[in-house]
């Protein structure tokens, strides 16, 4: 799938990813930043992963950012 758009939230421990499907809706993926390490990456390394409940589908791309809007102000 195509990423169209990307924006995090002001602190920077969520974003939310907009993603065109092949059928020509929108996915909107809700990830939280995570800095757990097994011991195996460096000190400071992170990576946003989604949140499972937080995945949502949209007929237009307007409406795709306005579900990710609404999403990152909820969890700030």
């Known amino acids: ?3 169209l758009l990307e924006k995090f939230s002001a602190s920077g421990e969520y974003k939310y990813e907009v993603r065109r499907r092949k059928d020509g809706l929108f996915e909107v993926y809700v990830e939280k930043k995570h800095t757990d390490s097994d011991g195996y990456m460096p000190a ?5 992963l ?6 949502h589908v949209a007929d237009s791309l307007e409406r795709a950012v306005e579900i990710g809007g609404e999403c990152l102000k909820n969890l700030e």
């Open 1 to 3: 799938m195509e990423i």
């Open 44 to 48: 400071g390394w992170f990576q946003h």
């Open 50 to 55: 989604p949140i499972p409940d937080m995945l």
